[in-house]
């Protein structure tokens, strides 16, 4: 046991003394907590809009008024006719013209967007906000009660997402990257004929990972709740308890890279092509899965971030308890067990 906390206390001054790998460790999760909270938002605020209006009566000019007074709209320009407003967005000074019929104050329809559909998800949030406001005289959503979100910040759809891109990054790539390292320097064959065995010296150098690990997330948990202002509704225990099991697997993902990467650039390029572009396209991160073709649905279907992701925006926004996660938390067992068999079989294997 005195081997095995020595080896621990060796790993983790390895890691403490390279700067590098302490300003990626702790410098990515708050700079991409900072950009996915604040730079990268789906939210609908500040739309440059253009009216376009044949006669100005008081009832078109009261739904322009509650545009204007909306948090979503900008007024910028009133023109008078639909090719106007169309050269507007067109040379990009506008995103949205909204073109009132003659009769829409007697018929109450009659209403045309002209939008700039270069985003086509962004487009259709304004027409539906737009549609909103405009059939709705106190000036909001009409008819709509947005549950675990009511402020429909996306914050509350980055904040999990970036748990399950961090955590597989920095278990699985830094793990991998730390035992082929040891191979390169020749260093692993004299740990491995001293006296603690193996799979000891395996785990001595998993757990300083770990570690840091159950850091970065009370991070990113903290800056969730304090900087972005998104609310843990969950059971902290069960948001601990998922991620103990997301980490293993992750951790067990990073000795089996290991063991098929020669160097450390091999070790890299292979956690960046099995692990990062997975989980940013497949992963529902970005993207839903429902929206994807068949094929790429059930390609996401052996992503492990996909169910950590699932669960921890159940567990921290609709503040579910463990049962309601029942299955995503069985997939992701069934993988860290079937992942951490295989690569320490083939760990010792190669070694042997």
């Keep these: 046991m005195k081997q095995f906390r020595s080896f621990v206390i060796k790993e983790s001054r390895h890691i403490l003394r390279d700067k590098r790998t302490m300003l990626i460790l702790f410098g990515m999760p708050v700079m991409l907590m900072l950009i996915f909270g604040f730079a990268i938002t789906n939210d609908v605020k500040n739309v440059r809009t253009v009216v376009v209006t044949s006669q100005m009566d008081h009832q078109t000019r009261a739904v322009i008024d509650r545009l204007a007074a909306s948090e979503f709209f900008t007024v910028t320009a009133a023109v008078p006719t639909p090719k106007d407003a169309e050269r507007l967005v067109r040379n990009q000074k506008a995103d949205l013209a909204i073109v009132f019929s003659q009769d829409f104050a007697s018929k109450h329809e009659g209403l045309q967007f002209i939008i700039d559909g270069a985003d086509p998800n ?29 402020r429909m910040s996306s914050a509350y759809n980055f904040v999990p997402a970036i748990m399950g891109m961090l955590l597989m990054l920095i278990c699985a790539m830094m793990t991998s990257i730390s035992i082929v390292r040891e191979k390169e320097r020749g260093t692993m064959e004299v ?55 997301y980490i293993m697997l992750a951790l067990s993902l990073g000795l ?43 390609l996401s279907a052996i992503v492990p971030p996909r169910y950590y992701i699932e669960a921890m925006r159940k567990l921290m926004i609709m503040g579910v308890g463990i049962k309601e996660v029942a299955r995503e938390v069985t997939i992701l067992s069934v993988m860290a067990i079937f992942l951490l068999i295989v690569s320490l079989k083939k760990f010792k294997t190669r070694l042997e």
């Excluded at 737009?130 to 549950?147: R, S």
């Excluded at 960046?272 to 992963?283: E, F, K, R, T």
Aim: charged residues 5%; without cysteine.
């Design 122 to 150: 962004m487009a259709q949030q304004w027409t539906n906000y737009a549609t909103g406001v405009i059939a709705n005289p106190q000036g909001a959503l009409v008819n709509t009660k947005m549950l675990y979100n009511p």
């Design 191 to 245: 740990l491995l004929v001293s006296p603690v065995k193996p799979l000891m010296i395996i785990i001595a150098k998993v757990v300083p990972y770990l570690v840091l690990a159950f850091t970065i997330l009370i991070i990113i948990l903290l800056m969730a709740r304090f900087v972005l202002d998104v609310p843990i509704q969950g059971s902290l225990v069960w948001i601990f308890v998922v991620s103990i099991i």
């Design 256 to 298: 089996l890279i290991s063991n098929i990467a020669t160097s450390q650039l091999m070790a890299l390029l292979i956690s960046a092509m099995v692990l990062l572009m997975p989980i940013v396209m497949l992963s529902g991160m970005l993207f839903p899965i429902e929206s994807m073709p068949a094929p790429l649905q059930w």
